[in-house]
């Protein structure tokens, strides 16, 4: 089973709001991340957890505030956005191995985020 | 630092036609290669990878393989069809304890009956 599964599907928030996107996968995956995806553009990387640990943010805005509360959740916390964040976000996971044969990352469906 | 230059599209076929997607990488080390489909309105999928030179990765009738001497890592298909028709995406990690993927631009390809 390669699933990692995200909810929710859609998203419509104003520019007060809080709101969080969640993230899931039972692969015993220990490497998960975020990225925001704009239309017609590749992913971008925005935070990397590993072993539970945050050990990439990408110079991330703080309105996006990251959490993995144990090995097979990840979530993010989205305050104050701007209608610029509108985008696909992704959610993706991967052995945390630095053998070769393990880099792969596997994809969530992502979330489609409005802000408005 | 790692880059990804692939062909940017977009790509018109016929259903049946060959398909070659270029991609080419500039990476230190042995970097592992892949490529990553995404269809309309979905996430991405890996669809296939190849982790060292002359290594073959192939899946639902795609191949592609990892050529060292020329930095390269061609996507091929000998027989499209419509259902093929999405954004096809060749990607790199580094390795190390860098767990990055950097991503070529993206190639759309519409398959037509």
């Known amino acids: 089973d390669t699933e990692v599964t995200q909810t929710p599907k859609h998203l419509v928030m104003g520019m007060t709001n809080k709101k969080s996107l969640k993230c899931e996968q039972h692969?015993?995956?220990?490497?998960m991340y975020w990225y925001k995806q704009k239309a017609k553009k590749p992913p971008e990387l925005m935070f990397v957890?590993?072993?539970?640990?945050?050990?990439i943010n990408e110079s991330v805005p703080s309105r996006f505030s990251p959490e993995c509360p144990n090995s097979s959740l990840l979530n993010l916390h989205l305050h104050a956005l701007q209608p610029e964040d509108s985008a696909l976000y992704l959610c993706?996971?991967?052995?945390?191995?630095?053998?070769?044969?393990?880099?792969?990352?596997?994809f969530g469906p992502g979330t489609r985020l409005t802000v408005t | 630092g790692d880059s990804v230059t692939q062909m940017e599209g977009p790509v018109t076929l016929s259903e049946e036609a060959f398909l070659t997607i270029n991609c080419t990488y500039t990476?230190?080390?042995?970097?592992?290669l892949f490529w990553y489909v995404q269809y309309p309105g979905e996430g991405l999928q890996l669809l296939l990878k190849?982790?060292?030179?002359?290594d073959k990765g192939s899946n639902k009738g795609f191949e592609a393989t990892y050529r060292k001497e020329t930095t390269s890592f061609h996507l091929e298909k000998g027989s499209v069809q419509v259902s093929d028709s999405a954004v096809y995406f060749c990607?790199?990690?580094?390795?190390?304890?860098?767990?990055?993927?950097?991503f070529g631009k993206g190639t759309l390809l519409t398959v037509n009956p």
């Open positions: 190849a982790t060292k030179a002359d």
């Open positions: 990476a230190t080390g042995y970097p592992s």
């Open positions: 993706a996971s991967s052995q945390d191995n630095q053998g070769a044969q393990d880099r792969e990352q596997y």
């Open positions: 990607a790199l990690s580094g390795g190390g304890s860098n767990y990055k993927l950097t």
């Open positions: 957890y590993s072993y539970e640990k945050l050990s």
């Open positions: 692969m015993g995956h220990r490497a």
